[in-house]
Structure formats: structure tokens, C-alpha cells
């Protein structure tokens, strides 16, 4: 039994124009104490996925149709009751955010806030609440831990924003530690201490990983497996050296393309052409298609299922015959390699970065 298993989770929004069907018909899984990274483009869902499984999506914008699934060892949390929710948020489950500023209250010393996150998952008296809350500020590397419990979080700067929040997930002592794009706003060294420290704690403790990112290198210090997603559908999935090294996927060979490589300058960025269409209009057949440099009539008709790849391809073609093929909602499995891509003509397999 997985830690942590999706299966297939859809997340509809009333929008204007119609429904938007902003992640649909997701499955994953994350095995205690891995490391898990979900990539794509703005627009693919993956905030709305990490949002979705800890509930909290705003109540009467969003609905979660039948059939969908979380479920955190064995037990189903997609539609449990709001004190449930709460026990689990923090004290078995936690999340970092991509923007602390607009995490943190204001008006508050982070002291306070980390040290409240203390009190509400151990129930400690006052000088243990702090004491404890002092700990995990020098846990997550912020120096001389007992001033800076007196700062406001405006008096910190970006980077020790973010271990104050690394500081307050790691409060309940969860098993499974989400992270949402948290070095987006970080300079590069900044970042680079920040991964340092969730991959410290990680192995330190245990605790497993998921981390959503649009940068792939990122991904590729910090996780095991990946999940590359696209127009709410997850295209391409497998061990993260492995989808990197050797993409199968259309779309994932073009985010790989689309960054500068620093071992060739003479390199040039190949960007995706267009952009991820409205999530009220997802494309017919294969969603990437209008997109997609090697796309071809068939994949304007037809959906491609989430696939095992074999030598040859996937072990599934565009009539529907299958040797053996993952549906959207059939549930995680452990193909050879793990490796599976939602594409019918993935070809050879592309060169990748690391």
C-alpha cells in the first residue's frame, strides 16, 4: 500500500465560458519516504492537484466529481469531514507554498507562527511550544534562531521566509511533506540553499516528498520518480534520471528544449510553439497535438492512454489494442522500469540534459 495514492481526481471550475476542467482524471502514487516531482507549464493543474488532495480548494468554486480518489494509508480523504481534514493537515500531511509572504501573517512574529503550528499538533506548554519552535528555525538553517522569533515577516528576507515555512510544515512532524513551486521567487543561490535544506530534512527524517515545479533541474536533485503533466492529464511518468535523460513524451522533449544548456553555448532555446489551451476547451484526441511538431492525423481524433513504453513503443496503438495499457482511473502500477507516456508515435527516445 502506497503512502499516498491518486486516482483518477478531477477538479472542475463553473468559469463563464463553460466548465473548466482544470485537472481531469489524475493518478499517482508516492511510496513512503520517496521523492516525488509533478513538472509542466502554468496552466497544467499542478497546483490545483496539491491544493485538492489536503481540501483545501475553495469551498463553492470548485467541485470534485465522483470517482476520484485520495487516499493516505488506505484512508479516503478526498470528501472527509472538516475535523478530519484538520488533524490531517499538518500532522500527517504538510505544504509549503510558493509565495511566503503572502503566506505568512503579517501582523504576526514568525515565532508566533511557527511556534501556534507547535502548540496545535504537540500540545506543549509555553516555554516548550517555544523552545521547539526555536529548534526547527535552526533545523531549516536560520541563524541566531532566538532573535529572529521576535522578526516580522517582512523584516526577513525571501529565502528566510521560506525556511520559516519550511519550519512551520515540519511542526506536526508529517509523513509527507508537499511543496508548491517553493523557489519560484528565490535568486539562484537563495534556491540553491533552499533544496539543500528539504533534501537534508527529507533523509533526516524520513518523510516523503512531493514537489511541483516548472523547473526541471530542480526535479532532478530532489526526486526519484516524475510526473510530467500537461492539460490536466499526467503525459509522461517514470524514474526522474530515466524521463531526463531519455524523454519519450513530445511535450516533454520540448520542456527540455526550451532551457539553455550550459555545457553547449552555442545552444539554442527551442521553445513550445503556443500555449496551454483554456481548460473549458481541451483539444480533441491527443491534447498536445496543436502543439506538437511530430503530431499527425490520427492524434486529432483519438486520446492516447497513459501507456507502458516498451523497446518499440507503447504497448498500446491507436485502435485500442493493448498488451498492457494504464486507462485514465485504472490506478498506479509498476510497468518495467516504470516508465509510460500518453502519446501513440513517441519514437525514439529524445536527448535529454543529464
Not at 104 to 115: E, K
Amino acid at each position: 500500500m502506497s503512502l499516498l495514492e491518486v486516482r483518477n481526481l478531477r477538479v472542475h471550475m463553473h468559469a463563464p465560458f463553460g466548465v473548466a476542467r482544470a485537472v481531469d482524471g489524475v493518478d499517482l502514487a508516492v511510496e513512503e519516504g520517496e521523492s516525488v516531482g509533478i513538472v509542466g507549464e502554468s496552466g497544467s493543474g499542478k497546483s490545483l492537484l496539491a491544493l485538492s488532495i489536503l481540501g483545501l480548494l475553495p469551498k463553492g468554486q470548485f467541485e470534485l466529481p465522483a470517482g476520484g480518489s485520495v487516499r493516505f494509508r488506505g484512508e479516503e480523504v478526498l470528501h472527509a469531514d472538516e475535523s478530519r481534514l484538520r488533524e490531517i493537515r499538518g500532522g500527517e500531511i504538510a505544504m509549503v507554498f510558493q509565495e511566503p509572504l503572502s503566506s505568512l501573517n503579517p501582523v504576526l512574529t514568525v515565532g508566533d507562527q511557527v511556534g501556534e503550528a507547535v502548540w496545535i499538533h504537540g500540545g506543549t506548554d509555553r516555554q516548550q511550544t517555544h523552545e521547539v519552535a526555536a529548534g526547527l528555525l535552526r533545523d531549516v538553517g536560520i541563524p541566531d534562531a532566538e532573535r529572529r522569533m521576535g522578526a516580522f515577516p517582512h523584516q526577513l528576507s525571501g529565502g528566510m521566509r521560506q525556511r520559516a515555512m519550511i519550519a512551520m510544515a515540519l511542526a506536526g512532524q508529517p509523513s509527507l511533506l508537499v511543496a508548491d513551486e517553493p523557489t519560484t521567487a528565490l535568486d539562484v543561490t537563495i534556491q540553491a540553499q533552499i533544496l539543500a535544506v528539504l533534501k537534508a530534512l527529507r533523509e533526516e527524517r524520513g518523510m516523503a516528498l512531493l514537489l511541483i515545479s516548472h523547473d526541471l533541474r530542480v526535479v532532478a536533485q530532489l526526486c526519484q520518480t516524475v510526473f510530467v503533466m500537461y492539460a490536466g492529464r499526467m503525459v509522461e511518468t517514470g524514474p526522474a534520471r530515466a524521463v531526463l535523460s531519455r524523454p519519450k513524451h513530445p511535450y516533454t522533449r520540448g520542456l527540455l528544449g526550451s532551457r539553455l544548456s550550459i555545457r553547449d553555448r552555442r545552444s539554442r532555446l527551442r521553445p513550445i510553439p503556443g500555449e496551454v489551451p483554456e481548460a473549458t476547451s481541451w483539444p480533441t484526441g491527443c491534447r498536445f497535438h496543436p502543439r506538437c511538431p511530430e503530431a499527425v492525423l490520427g492524434c486529432r481524433t483519438e486520446e492516447p492512454s497513459l501507456a507502458k513504453m516498451g523497446p518499440d513503443g507503447p504497448e498500446v496503438g491507436p485502435t485500442g489494442s493493448s498488451v498492457a495499457s494504464e486507462g485514465v482511473g485504472a490506478g498506479p502500477q509498476s510497468p518495467p522500469e516504470g516508465r509510460r507516456a500518453r502519446c501513440w508515435f513517441p519514437g525514439v527516445e529524445g536527448e535529454g540534459w543529464i
